[in-house]
Nanobody
């Protein structure tokens, strides 16, 4: 499995970014996908997940409303639209694939420690 993130960069507070994660090596349409982030000096945390069907999404409580996860199964890509960015959103953002097909979006948050397919990350810096 190969996951390649892109779209990170530096943006001023209040701005927006759209991250992309292109997947290969798995039957993408069968796998729930998620986004996680790790800020400097902090542990990795869950951001959002989207069910393999694309019909159900799940967000970290503090981020829902500003971030939107989506996917295009035909393009084998998952996206994270981030609006109203804050300096606290500064982190390396990683996408991940679920361990097995047909998982739930909620389960990706609970079982993140057991995920084995990760991208290399894309850095997001939000300046005040």
């Amino acid at each position: 499995v190969q996951l390649v993130e892109s779209g990170g960069g530096s943006v001023q507070a209040g701005g927006s970014l759209r991250l992309s994660c292109a997947a290969s090596g798995l039957t993408f349409s069968l796998y729930t996908m998620g986004w996680f982030r790790q800020a400097p000096g902090k542990e990795r945390e869950f951001v959002a997940a989207i069910k393999w069907s694309g019909l159900i999404t799940h967000y970290a409580d503090s981020l829902e409303g500003r971030f939107t996860i989506s996917r295009d199964n035909a393009k084998r890509t998952v996206y994270l639209q981030m609006n109203s960015l804050e300096p606290e959103d500064t982190a390396v953002y990683y996408c991940a694939a679920d361990r097995s097909p047909y998982g739930t979006a909620q389960a990706m948050e609970m079982g993140s420690a057991t995920l084995t397919s990760w991208g290399q990350g894309t850095r997001v810096t939000v300046t005040s």
